[in-house]
């Protein structure tokens, strides 16, 4: 294996209690993991050296949230929003639709192109789900593809087919679909949300999957109030994603539980939603985690820069807690923040997840908006841009 010491560092953010932050640092990567992280006078020898000359070093960018298993586009529905439309769930079965009528290829290539584009931008671990194929086959054939991700996550329960009774659709969700995909996939996730699905049949579907092994994550209080962060919070979800509209008890929930809140706010500036309450949920002493939801219909963009300074510019989050939500606190609300080979974290044995910023620290991101900003990327220690 290869070691290569990054060093010339102008400002290391580690995501690690003991390690902090660090400035005029090095970093050493042997194989895919991080061997070394301290002063950079003290870097020991390794086989290649970059010289970041005085540029900012982050974990990669931990992507928790998305959906790329997918064919077509719905820009017309975008436009019509744009005129003053309002968003609506049922939307994705116009997704639905496409997908079904591409081929495997086309929907690999699909995958890995956005894979590759939020690669180049400093995204290094992402999850991804199923949700645009809602029928057993189609299911299937959707997890299988997902795999080139680094997470993927059931959701046949993404939407009910038209023409479908509910309560039947969800029966086949926990039932046959769910016995199907198991296998495949590390997660379930349910739509619980007016126009999808209610709170108990999400509950349902839940616990079939948690029966099963498969962790939870709850699609939840997105276009209104609703149950899903409460029933996150009680069925140990790993997070809940969305949260637009929060009540009081949602927040004190999540605060007093290990449910992450994920919050996309490149989808609620799509749909013209409010932007979540961060700052109540940090306050409260809740994990909180930033995501992109790349999808075509509601969020359409691969840039988590893009949500750290949203995060920043809009929500009044500080930028060490946006940047900290989209890398450990993504990597948190994956289950993969601790341990040997984490990610969104810089510390020796985390996976050579790194992001180098063309800045000299991480407050550029919200201060410089819409530039491009990624330097240098390794993904598992293999030099990737």
């Not at 005029?24 to 194989?31: E, F, R, S, T």
């Not at 002063?39 to 020898?45: I, Y």
């Not at 400093?122 to 194929?133: L, P």
């Not at 550029?364 to 990737?384: D, I, M, S």
């Amino acid at each position: 294996m290869t070691s290569t010491v990054i060093t010339g560092i102008g400002e290391l953010t580690t995501n690690d209690d003991e390690l902090g932050t660090l400035t005029d640092a090095a970093l050493v990567i042997d194989g895919d993991r991080v061997v070394w992280a301290g002063p950079a006078a003290d870097a020991p020898e390794a086989d290649e050296r970059f010289d970041a000359a005085g540029r900012a070093v982050l974990p990669g960018w931990v992507d928790s949230h998305t959906h790329l298993v997918f064919a077509g586009d719905r820009t017309a529905e975008f436009a019509a929003r744009m005129a003053g439309q309002s968003y609506q769930a049922g939307g994705i079965a116009v997704t639905v639709e496409a997908t079904r009528a591409a081929t495997d290829e086309e929907l690999a290539a699909n995958l890995r192109k956005h894979i590759a584009e939020a690669a180049a931008q400093g995204t290094t671990c992402m999850e991804t789900k199923t949700g645009y194929g809602l029928t057993v086959a189609e299911e299937l054939r959707a997890a299988k593809i997902a795999a080139e991700a680094d997470e993927v996550t059931f959701l046949g329960a993404h939407l009910v087919p038209p023409g479908e009774d509910a309560d039947t659709y969800a029966d086949l969700v926990r039932g046959e679909m769910l016995d199907a995909v198991a296998p495949h996939v590390g997660w379930c996730d349910v739509f619980c949300e007016q126009g999808a699905f209610d709170a108990d049949q999400s509950r349902r579907i839940l616990v079939a999957a948690k029966e099963r092994g498969l962790g939870l994550r709850v699609h939840g209080n997105q276009l209104g109030p609703g149950p899903g962060v409460q029933l996150a919070v009680e069925l140990g979800a790993a997070s809940v994603d969305h949260c637009t509209y929060l009540a009081e008890s949602d927040v004190d929930a999540l605060a007093g539980s290990d449910t992450v809140a994920t919050l996309l706010p490149a989808c609620d500036l799509s749909t013209r939603q409010p932007l979540p309450d961060a700052r109540a949920l940090i306050e409260a002493g809740a994990a909180v985690a930033l995501a992109s939801n790349c999808n075509p219909g509601s969020s359409y963009t691969s840039s988590m820069a893009f949500c750290v300074a949203t995060a920043v510019l809009q929500m009044r989050m500080t930028i060490e807690e946006a940047v900290r939500a989209a890398t450990w606190g993504g990597a948190r609300a994956l289950r993969r923040e601790t341990g040997d080979g984490a990610v969104g974290v810089l510390r020796p044995g985390a996976r050579a997840d790194v992001h180098v910023l063309d800045a000299p620290s991480t407050t550029w991101l919200a201060y410089r908006p819409g530039v491009p900003l990624t330097h240098a990327v390794w993904r598992k220690g293999a030099r990737v841009g």
